[in-house]
């Protein structure tokens, strides 16, 4: 794997040139500098073999955000195979970016790209030639917003790594399990997703917010290879007045579709709040495995815990007819302490996730559930008829059921078919949902 990093000031257009690199929306972008602050990963949209890296912009700040964003952008050029340095063709060249041109040379001795963002018309550039003078060679005119130029990249790209003969660069990547984190600012998101990496990747500060694009890291933890998603923390809407945070926030609930997992981390030491709840609600309305990650363990009293817990289970319990039993496990990603076995416990409900139960087994389930308690008459007074069921979906798990006599079975009854065809074959911490298909009439 080749890795590319897009590096220069705040506001070039970076990360615009990161989305369209890689044919997402994955990097942040707003017109305000200063944006991104975690460096984000991802494939170059035409060649797998190259990984691209949008960092936060260079920044001369000695302490803060700004700072340690600006270190983990120097560390991505420090171990970057080749650099595209973006400046912005409209403001010309400007002393900061003679002096991270010069920042850039002692970091490393990789190739550099340089790329004059802005440049859609050539009219509106300021002295294109001064750009010689970071002695970066030949400056190479873009527009990252209109996707312009790129023949240039992928030219310079070819140079640097060469498409062997018999490379098939549109092949698939490994089937990873994608795990999103979420849940409310400052609960220790970014804590865990580096206790899990086994080094300091994200930016943690003792303040809520210092998260803001979902950043998606590839790992391989506990045995097993993961795609690994930090979010943005989730707020309530009537405490949301930055339209950078209401951007980071649907990033974060993007996250929840394209994940196959969603770790939810709430704070221990306080109560549960509605907000986490409405969270668990979307991840279970998307079909998605959700663990409720109970964060800062180790600083509730030894003699409060199993109250706490025990309260919190009755909360997901009640809140949810969806699931069965919630997996709710407690943690401190500070220490490190059972974030292996919760890990375990994740692994262990997507195998189950991923098997498909024996269509003779789940109808002697259903048969033995029905003979126990029957159906409810129809509003017709018919009475309802069970026929055959079979498993017609994973993630969620679906169940059909073909019925006769009437298809309007009442939720409750659902509810009990769910939990016993649950309990039966262990799917108590799986997303179910059971479609009901009216059986054909053959004398119609």
Not at 179 to 195: E, F, M, Y
Request: glycine share 6%; net charge positive.
């Amino acid at each position: 794997m080749i890795k590319i990093t897009i590096a220069g000031r705040p506001n070039t257009g970076k990360s615009t040139l990161f989305n369209a690199l890689t044919g997402t929306r994955d990097a942040l972008v707003h017109d305000r500098p200063g944006v991104t602050r975690d460096t984000i990963y991802g494939t170059l949209s035409i060649r797998s073999d190259c990984q691209i890296c949008d960092t936060a912009g260079l920044e001369n700040a000695r302490k803060g955000i700004a700072a340690d964003s600006t270190g983990m952008a120097l560390d991505a050029i420090s171990s970057a195979d080749a650099i595209l340095f973006v400046v912005d063709g409209r403001a010309g060249l400007l002393s900061e970016d003679m002096d991270w041109a010069r920042t850039v040379r002692r970091k490393t001795r990789a190739p550099v790209l340089l790329l004059v963002n802005k440049s859609e018309s050539g009219k509106r550039l300021n002295n294109i030639h001064d750009f010689y003078k970071l002695g970066f060679g030949e400056p190479v005119l873009i527009s990252a917003e209109h996707k312009t130029g790129f023949d240039s990249i992928f030219e310079f790209l070819e140079h640097i790594a060469p498409v062997t003969k018999g490379d098939n660069t549109k092949e698939e990547p490994e089937r990873r399990v994608k795990i999103a984190v979420l849940g409310q600012p400052n609960v220790g998101k970014s804590t865990l997703v580096n206790r899990v990496l086994g080094e300091n990747r994200q930016i943690v500060k003792d303040e809520p917010g210092v998260t803001r694009d979902t950043v998606k890291i590839p790992v391989k933890f506990y045995g097993r290879d993961i795609l690994l998603m930090d979010t943005a923390g989730l707020r309530r809407k009537s405490n949301v007045h930055d339209d950078v945070e209401t951007l980071s926030a649907l990033k974060s609930l993007d996250a929840i579709e394209k994940s196959d997992v969603v770790i939810l981390v709430v704070d221990a030491t306080r109560d549960i709040e509605n907000q986490a709840l409405g969270i668990a609600a979307r991840v279970y309305d998307a079909g998605k495995i959700l663990c409720v990650a109970l964060n800062k363990w180790d600083l509730v009293d030894a003699d409060e815990r199993d109250e706490k817990l025990l309260k919190l289970k009755h909360h997901f319990t009640n809140s949810f007819h969806q699931i069965i039993k919630p997996m709710i496990l407690a943690i401190s990603a500070e220490t490190g302490t059972g974030v292996q076995n919760m890990f375990k416990r994740i692994y262990e409900q997507w195998d189950i996730s991923n098997t498909t139960a024996p269509t003779s087994l789940l109808n002697k389930i259903i048969g033995e559930l029905v003979e126990s308690r029957q159906p409810p008459m129809s509003r017709l007074k018919r009475p309802m008829r069970i026929k055959f069921a079979s498993q017609t979906g994973r993630h969620p798990m679906r169940i059909t059921i073909n019925v006769g006599g009437a298809s309007d079975i009442p939720e409750s009854y659902t509810r009990y078919l769910r939990r016993g065809i649950a309990s039966a074959l262990k799917w108590e911490h799986l997303p179910i949902t059971i479609e009901y298909k009216k059986a054909d009439n053959p004398f119609d």
